[in-house]
């Protein structure tokens, strides 16, 4: 199934995807930001031999071995069924690694996970299916497996084994844990907790401790295992939680991530029971969202969620801490993250990037004290040409804090400038950060400002931050975003008669939105696989399809009609006095196309102007190559026709 592909895919994948030039003075090619190519995901094998990559052509995906003594031929090459990639990917010994898979049903949505597990060799052979519904390859003894499976975790010392936790379709209300040999499959159960949706924290001695997780009424809740009982510290409705992520080695340390009172998540030190806590790193803005371990599973450097991420070393006598630092100043202005070690610790391959860089990755050898480039995340892009992205703060008309980050046209002064606000999707747990945004920096080359808020709702900054977002879909959440455009406009960043508005998902929903609410702000609205009438959404659509997920609209958008149709687009198209673009894929599932249908018959009824780009076989957000470059195109072209050309670049 799998052999007979590989000689034919080998010169697809070969190290060295094409570069899409760019004249000087002109603009960066439009199929620089479409291209689909890429690397990442970069394991080292156990014992550094090898190394594993997730590599994307386009629609298609594959896991591509290389033989560090030689990386300039493949080992083996395992290609994936289209639209599936790897979620991640995990060596259970120096030959033998597993592969999550994950799908993507549109370019917008992070890959879904697919619950599936498979295995394989560093011959590309012995392929075999731990956790599968549909790949069609032998179980250990079993027919297909009905759920959903992860990883999580393996040994500290490979041993061809791995953890993995299951959610059954039939059953909502229990998670179970196995001790998985990766050769061959076989399960052997050593957990199990009656709360659906759970993640396991297991110690160095691969003995469960702790259960979290949200679990079908959208609650937080953690559990620890005492006297082979299982004991519910929190049920987080006090905005107090407690969240296990990782033993050390020697089983002498939990650390864990601590909010007080829903504030923002601070990095802690505890005891293996989890009292006698130290506290290691905090930001009373933002949670902590970025760890340095060592092998060992000792945190050696944090850095907030939010702004520019700079990190802080939390005990320099460590060698690794030294090391890092030393790099951080031989790649200044970027962010550097140890991302795979081998199991002794001298090879390490990390991941260097920044606002304007989407990636690069590097292997150090410290035997040898040397540092080789592997490959960049997107070799398509110039760094150099790409615009400054810059997070600040700014206060909500209520007077709360709010993050907005800017990316500023490549050499362009930030004074007067035409301005698209681009708000993200979500739009709950999801946020814009500094690093390098494909379409803030598609609009930036064109010339225009870009304006991201990090409106109440996002992540980022603590779950109660979240939650202040509920039920709030149409009112303040496009309230946060308007006083941003406000506050832009009010420093002079922003043209005031030359603002736009460009979202996707919950951001075409507020494309539209925001007009509505603000007449007279912007000029143009461009909505992007939008969600247009929220009643719809209990009726058509991925979410309504899971108890948690019908939980989630409840919470989200709430019931009554009324409110509904006063916070949903298409009941409101007669206030809409700009041009509109609408965009949409005719295969969407988690906003689907009669969403945009419903918008486009609201606009006709109302007698307003739009203009129309759908493409059949897309799903949440454009995939294909040359439909995102029709798309560009489209934004690029509406955009000069209503605000007017961008600044030119220089």
Not at 73 to 82: A, I, T
Not at 257 to 280: E, M, R
Not at 523 to 549: H, P, S
């Amino acid at each position: 199934m799998w052999n007979g592909r590989v000689r034919a895919f080998v010169a697809a994948f070969c190290l060295g995807l094409p570069f899409v030039a760019a004249t000087a003075g002109e603009p960066v090619p439009v199929e620089a930001f479409a291209h689909r190519g890429g690397y990442s995901m970069p394991r080292l094998s156990p014992d550094g031999k090898y190394l594993a990559i997730a590599v994307e052509q386009g629609e298609d995906h594959a896991v591509v071995i290389f033989q560090l003594s030689d990386m300039s031929h493949m080992k083996s090459l395992l290609r994936l069924p289209r639209f599936q990639l790897p979620a991640d990917i995990h060596w259970t010994g120096p030959e033998r690694l597993v592969v999550e898979m994950a799908k993507f049903f549109g370019s917008l949505d992070e890959p879904e996970l697919l619950g599936e597990i498979i295995a394989t060799d560093v011959q590309g052979k012995h392929i075999q299916a731990m956790f599968s519904r549909e790949w069609g390859l032998e179980l250990h003894g079993r027919g297909h497996d009905e759920g959903y499976a992860f990883v999580a975790g393996t040994p500290p010392k490979a041993n061809d084994h791995f953890y993995m936790q299951t959610y059954m379709w039939n059953d909502e209300n229990n998670t179970w844990l196995y001790d998985v040999n990766a050769d061959g499959g076989a399960r052997h159960q050593i957990s199990q907790i009656g709360v659906g949706n759970m993640g396991f924290t297991l110690d160095a001695d691969g003995h469960v401790r702790y259960a979290s997780g949200l679990n079908t009424l959208n609650k937080y809740v953690v559990y620890r295992q005492q006297n082979n009982q299982w004991v519910q510290l929190s049920d987080g409705n006090d905005g107090n939680r407690f969240v296990p992520i990782a033993f050390s080695q020697d089983n002498q340390h939990l650390y864990a991530f601590v909010n007080t009172k829903g504030g923002p998540s601070a990095l802690v030190q505890t005891d293996a029971s989890g009292s006698q806590t130290k506290l290691l790193a905090k930001d009373d803005f933002s949670s902590i969202g970025f760890i340095q371990w060592t092998p060992q599973q000792q945190p050696f450097a944090a850095a907030s969620a939010t702004g520019v991420p700079n990190e802080t070393i939390l005990d320099a006598s460590l060698p690794l801490a030294q090391t890092y630092q030393g790099l951080s100043q031989k790649f200044p202005g970027q962010f550097v993250d140890f991302s795979s070690y081998s199991e002794d610790g001298n090879m390490l391959v990390f991941e260097v990037s920044s606002d304007r860089n989407p990636g690069a990755y590097y292997l150090f050898d410290f035997k040898q004290m040397k540092i080789q480039k592997l490959f960049d995340r997107k070799p398509g892009i110039d760094a150099g040409r790409m615009g400054q992205r810059m997070p600040m703060h700014f206060t909500a008309s209520d007077g709360t804090p709010l993050e907005a980050i800017l990316t500023v046209p490549a050499g362009a002064s930030m004074k007067d400038l035409p301005m698209v606000l681009l708000p993200h999707g979500g739009p709950f747990d999801v946020k814009d950060t500094w690093f390098f945004d494909e379409e803030a920096q598609f609009l930036a080359s064109r010339g225009y400002l870009v304006l991201q808020v990090n409106y109440r709702g996002s992540s980022g900054r603590g779950p109660g931050f979240v939650d202040t977002g509920y039920g709030k879909w149409g009112t303040r959440i496009q309230q946060d975003l308007l006083d941003g455009v406000k506050w832009a406009e009010a420093q002079h960043y922003a043209d005031s008669k030359r603002v736009c508005v460009f979202g996707a998902s919950f951001g075409g929903y507020s494309a539209m939105m925001t007009v509505i609410r603000e007449p007279g702000l912007f000029k143009c609205a461009i909505g992007y696989a939008g969600i247009y009438d929220l009643a719809m959404m209990y009726e058509k659509g991925d979410v309504k399809d899971r108890k948690a997920g019908r939980n989630y609209l409840e919470q989200a958008i709430g019931k009554d009609p009324n409110e509904l149709a006063a916070n949903s687009p298409d009941k409101l198209a007669d206030k809409i006095n700009v041009p509109v673009l609408l965009i949409h894929g005719e295969e969407d599932q988690r906003a689907p196309f009669a969403q945009a249908k419903a918008m486009r018959a609201a606009l006709d009824a109302a007698h307003k102007p739009y203009e129309w780009l759908t493409k059949p076989g897309e799903g949440h957000g454009y995939y294909n190559e040359q439909n995102l470059v029709d798309m560009y195109n489209h934004v690029q072209a509406f955009l000069e026709k209503n605000i007017g050309p961008g600044v030119r670049p220089n």
